[in-house]
């Protein structure tokens, strides 16, 4: 059993995926997590603050450039490094330097090259995330894909310590300027790996493709009931998470956390209890299938909200802390290893850039656009009731997957490849 287990995880592609999982976390959580942080550092009012979730809005709408990423070459790059790693470089590079402008931004007296800035680093971050879904979908068989959902994640929550935790362990001896450089540089050796240190076979050709076919091809293979079913589904699983997690940063500081402490328990301790649920999340898929581990993971999500409600009531009790966090991050890795997996069966791999961005992008909706008055909620009724509707929010995707087990199983979701 050992040895299977080391069979599908200890390969050259999966170790690859964990690499490139890693390069795609950091931008992700340093948008999402420290610099928020850094904001409310800053004395940013909490309303400004979480208008700052609308430069997330890249994550939602990279099906719009998608088919470009799928159906063209980078001019003499990809003669040398191929397709899919020819774009990774450019967007890389694209990603470094954006980054390095972000914390050199100064957001007291410039918040609006602040946005901006964030912004285009959401811009290149999403670039990335296609090429690399892309990517990992590619090169794996259809028995790989739930260890490669896993190893993503795990990849995502190791770049989520370094762009977390690292972040603000550095900005005890580096102002947040150098820490953003030297963040960039992470970035910079991430990229060398996956470039040139990890050779990995991927037959995709960019060949010029009609730009809509993507698109055509998942609405003809299924009806437009089941699309709108899919889509509510995809948008509504994380979305009570998501709310939550927007503003658990922000409720740490505000509740009387150090850096530090918030550095131990959300960011070192949280990305352990992370990967531990990802993994068993994994191993749910495999046991019970896709819809049954996405049942299990969703009513974990559901109820590790209502932790930050606990906390809320106690006060700044480190103790109580690592509870909340031990529980939102273990149901968030349960269901991020089911949900990616899911996301994966139903791209056809023809079209795997463009789909995969499609349907991640939806989800990304509930983490932008209406995660974003969350701090208008948190000014106007508290703390508590906050996290209590967001725990709420999570209950339709939980109705919808008890009937998509009876009536629309992942079987005739999938696509004939």
Not at 150 to 167: D, E, K, P, V
Not at 280 to 289: M, P
Request: with cysteine; aromatic share 16%; net charge positive.
């Amino acid at each position: 059993m050992f040895g299977n287990f080391l069979k599908l995880y200890c390969n050259k592609n999966q170790i690859l995926i964990f690499v490139m999982g890693i390069s795609s976390g950091i931008p992700l959580y340093l948008i999402l997590s420290t610099l928020f942080i850094w904001l409310t550092r800053e004395n940013i009012d909490i309303s400004t603050i979480g208008l700052f979730a609308l430069t997330q809005i890249p994550w939602s709408l990279k099906f719009l450039w998608a088919p470009l990423l799928d159906n063209y070459n980078v001019p003499y790059l990809h003669k040398f490094l191929g397709q899919r790693k020819s774009w990774l470089l450019l967007i890389q590079l694209n990603l470094m330097l954006f980054i390095i402008f972000l914390g050199y931004s100064d957001p007291v007296n410039n918040l609006q090259t602040t946005a901006i800035f964030a912004l285009l680093v959401s811009f290149f971050s999403a670039s990335q995330d296609i090429v690399v879904d892309a990517y990992r979908i590619e090169i794996l068989d259809d028995d790989s894909q739930g260890a490669g959902a896993a190893m993503t994640q795990f990849g995502y929550r190791i770049g989520g310590l370094l762009a977390g935790a690292g972040s603000l362990y550095l900005t005890l001896y580096f102002s947040w300027e150098q820490v953003f450089l030297l963040v960039s540089i992470i970035i910079f050796f991430l990229m060398i790996l996956i470039i040139f240190v990890f050779p990995s076979k991927n037959n995709h050709t960019s060949s010029n493709r009609n730009l809509i076919s993507p698109f055509k091809e998942f609405i003809f293979r299924n009806s437009l009931f089941n699309i709108s079913l899919i889509f509510i589904f995809i948008f509504s699983f994380k979305f009570g998470d998501v709310i939550a997690g927007v503003m658990a940063n922000p409720f740490y500081v505000k509740i009387g956390f150090t850096n530090i402490e918030i550095a131990n328990a959300s960011k070192i301790f949280g990305v352990i209890m992370t990967i531990v649920g990802v993994f068993v999340g994994g191993f749910l898929v495999k046991q019970f299938g896709i819809l049954k581990a996405l049942i299990i993971s969703g009513f974990f999500q559901i109820f590790s909200n209502l932790l930050y409600v606990l906390l809320n009531n106690v006060g700044p009790e480190i103790n109580y802390l690592f509870l909340t966090v031990a529980g939102e991050n273990f149901s968030g890795g349960l269901g991020s290893a089911a949900f990616v997996a899911y996301l994966s069966a139903l791209c056809n791999k023809k079209y795997t850039g463009t789909q995969y961005a499609l349907l991640s992008s939806i989800m990304g909706l509930a983490r932008t656009i209406l995660s974003s008055p969350s701090g208008y909620i948190v000014e106007a009724f508290g703390w508590g009731k906050f996290f209590i509707f967001s725990t709420i929010c999570g209950l339709p995707a939980i109705m919808i997957l008890f009937w998509m087990r009876v009536k629309f199983p992942i079987k005739n979701q999938k696509p004939n490849l």
